[in-house]
């Protein structure tokens, strides 16, 4: 069974920081994995998607890579803002029955 | 932002009443998920469906029913609702097994 981690739960950091959150899975086997950004009291957002034959994939200050042979990716955000708050989720997708998440990292960006 | 509608939005309702989700959407994706998250668990996997009449279960399914009989419309029915069913539910679609796009989310609370 697909299992996701992500480290940390919970992260507080200043404004400007650039800063790494993590994500593992226990199952190399995977299709995609995605990023998604989840505020309070909302749905989540697609933030990036990887496929399982890439390295990275970027987004403006976002950058996201992977490593499927280890079952990691990590989501990288540079120059963190106030407005960058919130629940950042990793999911896999292993086919058809959809995607195995993380419980997430909460991120707080004090300005 | 992705054309997915739920309703309710929010309800409440008593022990053993059935109760039924709606999940709209206007893409015309192939691929619709119904999710539950709760805190400690994240988001997982109740139903989900890759065509219309075509179904299948996830990894939370007991206590849980759906139908598609249209493209646009997936259903998602808690037979005799119990206090553990209380949650928020994520209605969620794609079209090809990449990016999956999420509803704003349906607060249920079974009292």
């Known amino acids: 069974k697909q299992e996701v981690t992500q480290i940390p739960a919970a992260l507080s950091v200043p404004e400007g920081e650039n800063l790494v959150l993590n994500c593992s899975f226990t199952?190399?086997?995977?299709?995609?994995l995605q990023w998604f950004r989840q505020d309070p009291g909302k749905g989540l957002t697609s933030l990036l998607l990887?496929?399982?034959?890439?390295r990275e994939q970027t987004s403006g200050r976002l950058n996201a890579s992977l490593d499927k042979s280890s079952g990691r990716s990590t989501l990288y955000i540079a120059a963190s803002q106030p407005g960058d708050s919130a629940t950042y989720l990793c999911?896999?997708?292993?086919?058809?029955?959809?995607?195995?998440f993380g419980s997430g990292t909460r991120l707080q960006v004090q300005p | 932002d992705a054309g997915i509608t739920q309703s309710p939005r929010h309800k409440v309702t008593e022990t053993g009443t059935p109760v039924t989700l709606r999940c709209h959407q206007t893409?015309?994706?192939?691929?619709m998920y119904w999710y539950r998250q709760d805190p400690g668990h994240g988001l997982r996997l109740i139903h989900y469906?890759?065509?219309?009449?075509?179904?299948d279960k996830g990894e939370v399914s007991d206590g849980y029913s759906v139908s598609r009989s249209k493209t646009e419309d997936f259903l998602l029915t808690l037979e005799s609702a119990t206090s553990s069913q209380t949650s928020v539910y994520f209605c969620?679609?794609?079209?090809?097994?990449?990016?999956?796009?999420f509803g704003e989310g349906s607060w249920l609370t079974v009292v």
């Open positions: 893409e015309n994706h192939r691929y």
């Open positions: 469906s890759y065509g219309v009449k075509d179904t």
């Open positions: 969620a679609i794609s079209e090809d097994l990449t990016v999956v796009y």
């Open positions: 199952d190399s086997a995977i299709y995609n």
């Open positions: 990887i496929q399982s034959s890439q």
């Open positions: 999911a896999v997708s292993t086919g058809r029955r959809a995607l195995t």
